[in-house]
């Protein structure tokens, strides 16, 4: 009877199968101490009391425990995701500030290259031949750069990650 009175209260599914196991189990206790025990009235009648008392013990304890696993939960999930959204916060800006640097370096390099090349232009009279001569500096300075430094670019990128987790 109290299992049907418990499966039509609003409590979480899980709640309610802890709780109907726990009464299994003390139905099951009670049936085996009842072939065990005299077939004395007086007896039969304390001990049918004191199980139906365990069994409304072991619900008000099974709602505290529910109630502060619940608690707990929703607190340690809380703290996961402020540590998560500050890491996240921490990597974004990370991110933000290499790709900003990125930006104005390449800006300056393009400004740079510019005004070198209208230099080498009217040293070798022909502005054409200075592009060519930039040109081709910035072509081998970018393949030596991809050449030696692609592990330790990789690496340094992972470790700045790493400090930033």
Same mark, same amino acid.
């Given at each position: 009877?109290?299992?049907?009175?418990? @499966?039509?209260? +609003?409590?979480?599914?899980?709640? +309610?199968?802890?709780?109907?196991?726990?009464?299994?189990?003390?139905?099951?206790?009670?049936?085996?101490?009842? #072939?065990?025990?005299?077939? $004395?009235? +007086?007896?039969?009648?304390?001990?049918?009391?004191?199980?139906?008392?365990?069994?409304?013990?072991?619900?008000?304890? #099974?709602?505290?425990?529910?109630?502060?696993?619940?608690? %707990? =939960?929703?607190?340690?999930?809380?703290? @996961?995701? $402020?540590?998560?959204?500050?890491? =996240?916060? $921490?990597?974004?800006?990370? *991110?933000?500030?290499?790709?900003?640097?990125?930006?104005?370096?390449?800006? =300056? @390099?393009? %400004?740079?290259?510019?005004?070198?090349?209208?230099? @080498?232009?009217?040293?070798?009279?022909? =502005?054409?031949?200075?592009?060519?001569?930039?040109?081709? &500096?910035?072509? &081998?300075?970018?393949?030596? *750069?991809?050449?030696?430094?692609?592990?330790?670019?990789?690496?340094?990128?992972?470790?700045?990650?790493?400090?930033?987790?």
């Amino acid at each position: 009877m109290i299992v049907h009175i418990l @499966l039509m209260m +609003n409590n979480s599914k899980w709640a +309610n199968i802890l709780k109907i196991t726990l009464l299994k189990i003390v139905e099951e206790i009670e049936k085996y101490i009842k #072939t065990k025990v005299s077939q $004395d009235e +007086n007896v039969q009648g304390i001990s049918s009391s004191l199980f139906t008392s365990l069994k409304f013990v072991v619900l008000e304890q #099974t709602d505290g425990l529910i109630n502060e696993v619940t608690g %707990f =939960t929703k607190k340690q999930i809380n703290e @996961l995701a $402020d540590i998560v959204a500050k890491k =996240t916060a $921490d990597i974004l800006a990370s *991110v933000i500030h290499i790709i900003i640097l990125l930006i104005l370096a390449a800006f =300056t @390099l393009i %400004f740079l290259s510019i005004s070198a090349a209208l230099y @080498l232009g009217e040293l070798t009279g022909k =502005t054409y031949i200075g592009f060519l001569i930039i040109g081709g &500096i910035i072509t &081998i300075m970018s393949l030596i *750069v991809w050449k030696f430094s692609q592990k330790r670019l990789s690496e340094r990128i992972k470790s700045h990650i790493s400090e930033v987790l």
